[in-house]
């Protein structure tokens, strides 16, 4: 059975023994919860590949509570030092060269000679962190492939009895996974945009580039070539009306918003009906992405229409993570918005 507890100090320190053991943890971070396990003991690395039917090639984010934590795994210098200063704790993950004799398990690297590393800004994951002692492996605490958990619920409902303990601490605020910033080549890039943008890291790193994997060769993040974050129905991006059996997920006004065939959206059935926004803030967007997506995942509606989201800011990751979410829609009558 799966113990839930809320993230108290006591419940906190039972958590930090769990995962010292072996065991598995879910805990609560700013972006989303994860799936903990430590990250110097293999066979309790393996288990996380196990209960999220994880491919063994997709390597693993490692959690310190600090930078000189991170200083003992991988190779900084003073670019990535500043970089680290400047957005740690925070969404924002960083990958560096394995330092020669890092004793974390190579199953997190995943046969790169890389890891990627990340300081969470939840006070409840680095008192976990502090508590451990130990290099903490946390991807998303779901199974590999669907939506992102942002509440204790949404992991239970997604991993069971493969998780040994949840640390519950209500939802995640940022909402979508942290950046993930490759430092360990020539020039910087980012491999998935999240909280952290290309412009806020200008002022240290000069121009930084995007490379989502979306160009088909010399992938950089395996977890890249992985269909993500998909709802069981179809999705149809850029909607700009709602067809028939639909449900809608909006973003900000509704005003223009038609029903195929006459009538407004805003008259939709309740249940098949979720604004990220209303005002069209992207900030509250993103901290609501997930969930709204896995309330319109009912089997009673023929497909997720979503209105278009600005593509800036914390806008870029939300439309990386309806993109990924919609790859395997097939949409067999009706093309696909272009707006
Ligand atoms: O917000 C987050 O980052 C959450 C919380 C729990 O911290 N974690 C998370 O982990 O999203 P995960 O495993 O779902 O995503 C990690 C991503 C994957 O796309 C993986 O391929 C990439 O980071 N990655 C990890 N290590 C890498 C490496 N050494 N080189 C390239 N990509 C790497
Ligand atoms: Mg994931």
């Known amino acids: 059975m799966v113990l839930i507890k809320q993230a108290s100090d006591q419940a ?21 919860y994860g799936l903990g396990a430590n990250a110097l003991d293999g066979v309790a690395v393996a288990k996380i590949f196990v209960a999220k039917g994880r491919p063994s090639f997709n390597p693993l984010i490692v959690h310190v509570p600090d930078i000189e934590s991170a200083a003992l795994l991988v190779e900084m210098n003073e670019t990535s030092r500043a970089v680290m200063n400047k957005f740690w704790p925070g969404p924002l993950t960083i990958i560096l060269p394995r330092r020669p004799g890092c004793a974390v398990s190579d199953l997190c690297s995943a046969g790169l000679p890389t890891l990627a590393v990340r300081v969470p800004a939840h006070p409840a994951a680095l008192k976990l962190l502090k508590a451990a002692g130990v290099p903490v492996a946390a991807p998303s605490a779901n199974k590999s492939g669907s ?10 409902e997604s991993l069971g009895d493969a998780v040994d303990f949840i640390l ?34 200008h002022p240290i790193l000069g ?67 979720r604004n990220l926004s209303d005002t069209g803030d992207l900030y509250e967007a993103a901290a609501n992405l997930f969930r709204l997506m896995r309330e319109l995942d009912k089997p009673a509606h023929a497909r997720i229409a979503v209105m278009n989201v600005p593509n800036q800011g914390i806008g870029i990751a939300i439309n990386d993570r309806l993109k990924r979410a919609a790859a395997g829609s097939v949409i067999p009558h009706n093309k696909q918005g272009t707006q």
């Open 12 to 32: 906190i320190l039972e958590a930090a023994a769990i995962l010292k053991a072996g065991g598995l943890v879910a805990l609560p971070t700013e972006t989303i």
């Open 147 to 156: 939506i992102s958990p942002t509440t204790p619920q949404h992991v239970l």
């Open 168 to 201: 519950a601490a209500g939802p995640s605020s940022v909402g979508v996974e942290s950046t993930v910033l490759d430092l360990s080549g020539a020039k910087p890039l980012i491999l998935r945009p999240g909280a952290v943008t290309a412009e806020d890291l």
């Open 207 to 273: 121009p930084v580039a995007y490379d989502l994997g979306d160009h088909g060769h010399d992938v950089k993040s395996p977890g890249q070539l992985l269909k993500h974050y998909a709802p069981s129905i179809p999705m149809r991006l850029n909607a700009v009306d709602v067809e028939e059996g639909e449900a809608l997920l909006a973003f900000g006004s509704l005003k223009f918003m038609g029903m195929k065939g006459g009538g407004f959206a805003k008259d939709l059935p309740a249940e098949r009906l």
